[in-house]
């Protein structure tokens, strides 16, 4: 209650602020200048020539496009006032036009066609045609607009994200940011329940003709949580601002996958309603896999096993969305949305494994068979759904800019997986089963405001209280072939339990834009975040670890921008950020996860949360059609969480123990990593275009303590991941694709994770005069399988595992828009972009119950 108060409080500041000041005005609307560049002495369009837009008596662009191939620019989203243009172009002078004026009743501008002489040393004129941009770079973001995209058709937000820059994705669907698994990731800038308990399985429901752009922010302001070192990922769907019915109907059918997706939009006068529906369902898959450990617990025990097998997969999902906005007035508007979502995957694992035993004493090892060899089995049943609901109110006042928003979001998540593991022709490995059930609750309220104090100073300022209520409960069940039941197993009340954690975090922030003279712009803000964390079992269990905890700290965290526009064309940033990752649920229960004995996991309450700081320099320049993006940075994190197994020995009976492995999270030290990336486009042919992104940092982890002895990657290790594309437009409704993109091994003081990469090439043709198309989309052409290829090392045991993977393919894919439309002016609606959101969850706690099996 206390918090809420305070963030009431926070509210009513900003509101006094605004009295105080005294600010009025009228409603305002923002509208567009558009015009035509032409050859004084040609008379032909200037294709690719850069305009950017000042305001009157100002020094610095506030905003710039390039024009398409026949002259015309248009610059969306101005707001009234008084302007003037500036075009550049290869082997023109720069020239201005001023006098430019919108108003609230005539928001559009039209320049009509504008006249450029060239200069007396004018280079040959060189004809080059590019796609509307794919990437954008904006002060604190960079944007890939994926609808642009061509062969992310027919696929799923997994394989929109394999092509972001600075973005990588592994065989297994987990995200990372220049190398950093701790980012936070959006859609449409709010934080979703589902994500919190399956990031890697929400990504492959969402249809990638859902996805409009993907935003990566890498150094995010004071305005965004903290939660997340590695930056935020912000996905935004399609959302039409029109008036009228309209809708589009696509999907994809293919060896590997098949989706479908639906769009249906309303708009009139100030009401809107849209819904869309999705679905992805993969057909089933048979992957080969490989497994070799060798153990040695202690001086007299030390074994060895070595497993080939296969495994089954058959996965769906489902997603569903309706979204509705009113505006009573100029000022207030109201938003309401709902997303749903619904998946799962069945696996069917079996192996034949070879058992050594190099040292054989009778206490340790149930026989004394120097050998034995073995068969095992297991079947798995996991899925996930639940709901986000969010309530969002913004009063917007007489002055321009000056917006109060107030948004509310209940987020529900339940995640059930269920297993049975059978092993033949051995005694030595007891059989398990396993209920893990996990239910998350989230509530944020959140308060955000902004005031233009004037042209020089904004300030944007909010309050957020997030409340996360999660429950996880595991059934364990024993074998016992006497008992009488069906399967043959009884309930185990000795590795059950129910725990309930619950994580309260109340946060205030400040940031303040300062437009200086010279192309400057800073961004300075401090945000301060304190989190309380508890948990306590639900059941009381025969395990003496599974016990209470409670811990609480807070966090400040400042960030600085830096922007210098050189000129319209060329922008350099130097950013400071500060970010934490807090532990999650799997990483914090001390509960001992039993259900595979050789295998255990156990949570660390004493966890503290991961501290990165980053310091980056970015460049980017646009000439003509093409576009450079380059970066070095330098990131520092305080007490690095990765995962530590261990050898164990593990009672199978009263008599007798055989060696395994236990797995806990740790803050194992300090890393501190220094990267560049590059990103490019440039079309160096008419109707060709190639996009390359590369991304290069360093690992060199610092280990204290008792994690020392752990650590058996001690070099600097350079990792990278990148993307490369090339595309060619036909101008008449036909493009083709090609693309590859790949990531090193992921490093951590024990080993190394599995790379990836993939190779595809698309085709896809237009008709309809755009409203349809049609296309065809293959990946890996030349490889059946991938290779995954990981390995564990440290003082008393060492693992390896291989996994491959069927990823060749082929697919069609389609897509259809319907309706008759047009287009009006935006509207009072919230700016999901600018919102400022909470965590999507706590790193998996709500999907994995009490561990992991």
């Known amino acids: 209650m206390k918090r809420i108060i305070i963030l009431i409080l926070i509210t009513c500041s900003f509101i006094t602020a605004k009295a105080q000041l005294g600010v009025g005005g009228g409603p305002t609307i923002v509208g567009k200048i558009s015009g035509t560049l032409i050859d004084s002495v040609t008379k032909q369009p200037l294709s690719y020539a850069s305009v950017a837009l000042f305001r009157a008596t100002g020094k610095a662009p506030i905003n710039g496009v390039l024009t398409d191939d026949k002259g015309v620019f248009k610059i969306d989203g101005v707001h009234p006032g008084d302007y003037k243009i500036r075009i550049s172009y290869v082997g023109y002078p720069e020239k201005s036009v001023g006098g430019i004026t919108t108003t609230d009743a005539k928001p559009d501008k039209n320049m009509g066609q504008i006249f450029v002489r060239s200069s007396a040393k004018a280079l040959n004129e060189v004809s080059v045609t590019a796609q509307a941009p794919l990437i954008e770079n904006k002060i604190d973001k960079i944007v890939y607009n994926a609808e642009k995209d061509l062969t992310a058709a027919g696929g799923n937000a997994t394989d929109v994200l394999q092509k972001v820059p600075l973005v990588a994705v592994d065989i297994n669907g987990n995200v990372s940011l220049r190398g950093d698994a701790n980012v936070r990731v959006l859609i449409n800038g709010k934080p979703s329940g589902a994500t919190s308990a399956s990031l890697s399985d929400v990504l492959k429901t969402i249809p990638a003709d859902q996805i409009k752009s993907i935003e990566v922010i890498t150094s995010p302001s004071a305005k965004y949580d903290a939660e997340g070192s590695a930056g935020i990922i912000n996905i935004i769907t399609k959302q039409k601002n029109m008036t009228g019915i309209s809708g589009s109907v696509s999907g994809g059918f293919g060896t590997r996958q098949n989706n479908g997706n639906f769009n249906l939009n309303y708009n009139k006068n100030r009401f809107s309603l849209s819904m869309n529906i999705g679905g992805n369902y993969t057909w089933p898959q048979t992957s080969l896999t490989g497994f070799y450990n060798d153990i040695q617990p202690k001086d007299t025990v030390h074994t060895s096993t070595t497993s080939n097998g296969t495994n089954y997969v058959k996965r769906y999902g489902a997603i569903g969305n309706v979204s509705a906005n009113y505006d009573f007035n100029a000022f207030n508007g109201l938003h ?32 004394g068979d120097t050998s034995y060899r073995y068969s095992s089995n297991s079947l798995g049943h996991n899925s996930f759904g639940g709901f986000d609901w969010n309530v969002d109110y913004t009063h917007k006042f007489h002055k321009e800019g000056e917006e109060l928003d107030l948004s509310t979001q209940w987020s529900h998540s339940r995640t059930v997986t269920d297993f049975t593991s059978t092993y033949m022709n051995t005694d030595q490995l007891p059989n398990s089963k396993a209920n893990i059930n996990g239910l998350n609750n989230e509530y944020t309220l959140q308060a955000d405001y902004t005031l233009p104090i004037n042209k020089v100073f904004k300030l944007e300022a909010g ?140 949570g660390n309450p004493y966890l503290a949360p991961e501290v990165s700081q980053t310091l980056e320099l970015d460049y980017i320049t646009f000439v003509k059609s093409s576009v450079i993006n380059m970066s070095v940075y330098y990131k520092h994190t305080a007490g690095l969480i990765e995962t530590i197994a261990a050898p164990i020995l593990v009672q199978v009976d009263s008599t007798h123990a055989q060696p395994g492995t236990l797995t806990t999270s740790h803050n194992i030290g300090n890393n501190n990593s220094f990267g560049t990336s590059f990103f490019g486009s440039v079309s160096p042919i008419r109707n060709v275009t190639v996009r390359a992104n590369i991304n290069a940092y360093t690992y060199k982890p610092d280990p204290t303590g008792l994690f020392i002895r752990d650590q058996t990657q001690d070099g600097t290790y350079v990792q990278y991941n990148g993307f490369a594309m090339a595309e060619y437009d036909a101008k008449s409704g036909f493009i083709a694709s090609v693309f590859t993109f790949g990531s090193s091994p992921r490093r951590t003081i024990q080993g190394t994770n599995p790379s990836f990469s993939i190779f595809g090439v698309g085709v896809r043709q237009q008709l309809m005069k755009k409203k349809a198309s049609i296309g065809i989309n293959v990946l890996e052409p030349f490889n059946k399988y991938k290779d995954f290829n990981s390995s564990l090392s440290s003082p008393g045991f060492v693992q390896t595992s291989t996994f491959q993977f069927p990823f060749r393919s082929v697919g069609i894919n389609f897509s259809y828009s319907f309706g008759k439309t047009t287009f009006s002016a935006d509207k009072n609606k919230i700016n999901n972009d600018d919102i400022k959101q909470g965590d999507q969850g706590i790193g998996g706690a709500g999907g994995t119950g009490t561990g992991n099996k």
Do not use: C
Request: charge should be positive; charged fraction near 15%; glycine fraction near 6%.
């Open 336 to 367: 309401t949305n709902i997303r749903l979502n619904q998946g799962g995957f069945n696996t069917v694992a079996n192996s034949q494994s070879a058992f050594t035993n190099l040292m054989i004493t009778p206490w340790d090892i149930k026989t």
């Open 463 to 602: 309050g957020k209280e997030i409340l996360r209520r999660l429950v996880g409960t595991q059934d364990a069940y024993a074998y016992d072939l006497a008992a009488g039941t069906p399967d043959g197993f009884v309930f185990d009340n000795a590795n059950s339990a129910v725990y309930n954690y619950n994580q309260d975090v109340t946060a205030g922030y400040g940031v303040l834009t300062i437009t200086l003279p010279k192309g400057y712009t800073l961004l300075v803000g401090a945000r301060d975040e304190i989190t309380h964390i508890s948990g306590a079992p639900q059941t009381v269990s025969s395990d003496t670890t599974l016990r209470p905890f409670s811990n609480s700290y807070n966090t400040f965290i400042p960030s600085l921008t830096i922007q210098k526009a050189l000129s319209s064309t060329q922008t350099i940033k130097l950013a400071y950020s500060k970010r934490i990752t807090r532990p999650g649920l799997t990483s914090l229960n001390p509960y001992d996860n039993k259900t595979n004995v050789l295998a255990q996991t156990e």
